[in-house]
């Protein structure tokens, strides 16, 4: 049964920082795609970040760019999401995702090319 389990949310002030993990388990994920997303009250859906099981290919969201980083520990089979100079609009739950590559071929931000879910994170930052 495959699990992600993400972890790292919390309050913090503008300009603070969090490290969000998701713990993958249940499957080889060598052949997926690692998303976060989030999702703010009353809003959609929206990408973050995406990289390659292997961390050689990252994509962001404009908003995030140079702020937060992706990374995965393959031996830990866990995906990270550094979230730096936070800023009140980052305010979210934060989901972690897994796609199957071919699926998510120039798809990389959309939800819908995503099979695998966590159960999401708050993360709540005040100004």
């Known amino acids: 049964q495959v699990q992600l389990v993400e972890s790292g949310g919390g309050l913090v002030q503008a300009g603070g920082s969090l490290r969000l993990s998701c713990a993958a388990s249940g499957r080889t994920f060598s052949s997926y795609v690692m998303g976060w997303f989030r999702q703010a009250p009353g809003k959609e859906l929206e990408f973050v970040a995406a990289?390659?099981?292997?961390?050689?290919?990252?994509y962001y969201q404009d908003s995030v760019k140079g702020r937060f980083t992706i990374s995965i520990d393959n031996a830990k089979n866990t995906v990270y999401l550094q979230m730096n100079s936070l800023k009140p609009e980052d305010t979210a739950v934060y989901y972690c995702?897994?796609?199957?590559?071919?699926?998510?071929?120039?798809?990389?931000?959309?939800?819908?090319?995503?099979?695998?879910w966590g159960q999401g994170t708050q993360v709540t930052v005040s100004s």
């Open positions: 990289s390659s099981w292997s961390g050689g290919v990252t």
């Open positions: 995702a897994a796609g199957r590559v071919e699926l998510t071929v120039g798809r990389y931000s959309d939800y819908d090319a995503y099979v695998y």
